[in-house]
């Protein structure tokens, strides 16, 4: 069974501050996708990430994918209250995503 | 350019009643995955379905069918429900034709809200 353990389980910061969301498993995935999700919305993608050691920037947030391709995590630099919402993880396994449990992330202003 | 489309968004069932969920894919996308999102959990495979076959499975009871239709489009059976069962379940397409360079990555449903009382 394939695990993404997800941390941390929620995030709670002030505007303009950094913070970083960590996603690990035991597994070996083809590609981590990182997706954010809105109440009452269905998870919107974010990036995806396939080669071992792969950084890619998104205006204000920087993804990376473990050189093993076991873990990734998610940066957010200056956070700001349009950031609040869910991010979940999820790694490629076959025809499957395998997600993890989420981190709620609340910006304050 | 619709996204996906799934029917209906919230839905009360009785314990022990049977349900069908409805999505309809992203134009272009030929595949369809189903998944369980409990409160506060992160989604959860059910099955996914290419060229009207389902083509793999989760760890959920054969209460839990579907089936694809020829315009791709999907359907999610839930027979016996029970309280369990209650989550958003949200259907997600994807490509199997496309570059899977170009085209990682599944578009989401906004989900069906299925409460069991």
């Known amino acids: 069974t394939q695990l993404l353990e997800q941390s941390p389980q929620f995030l709670s910061i002030q505007e303009g501050e950094n913070l970083t969301v960590y996603c690990n498993s035991s597994?070996?995935?083809?590609?981590l996708q990182w997706y954010r999700q809105e109440p009452g919305e269905g998870p919107v993608l974010l990036v995806t990430?396939?080669?071992?050691?792969e950084v890619k920037k998104l205006k204000r947030l920087t993804f990376q994918f473990g050189d093993a391709r076991k873990d990734s995590s998610l940066h957010i630099t200056a956070a700001q209250p349009g950031d609040t919402g869910l991010y979940l993880c999820?790694?490629?396994?076959?025809?499957?995503?395998?997600f993890g449990a989420g981190t709620i992330l609340r910006v304050k202003s | 350019d619709a996204g996906v489309t799934q029917s209906p968004t919230h839905l009360i069932k009785t314990r022990g009643q049977q349900v069908t969920l409805r999505c309809s894919p992203k134009?272009?996308?030929?595949?369809v995955s189903w998944y369980q999102q409990a409160l506060g959990q992160g989604p959860q495979f059910i099955f996914q379905?290419?060229?009207?076959?389902?083509?793999q499975r989760g760890n959920f009871p054969d209460r839990f069918s579907g089936h694809q239709f020829p315009n791709y489009s999907s359907e999610l059976n839930v027979n016996a429900l029970l309280l369990g069962d209650s989550a958003l379940y949200l259907c997600?397409?994807?490509?199997?034709?496309?570059?899977?360079?170009?085209?990682?990555?599944?578009?989401f449903g906004s989900g069906t809200r299925l409460t069991v009382v």
């Open positions: 990430v396939v080669t071992g050691g």
């Open positions: 997600a397409s994807s490509s199997n034709r496309l570059d899977r360079l170009t085209n990682y990555g599944y578009t």
């Open positions: 597994s070996v995935f083809s590609s």
């Open positions: 379905y290419y060229e009207e076959e389902e083509r």
């Open positions: 999820a790694g490629e396994y076959g025809n499957k995503l395998v």
């Open positions: 134009s272009g996308h030929d595949t």
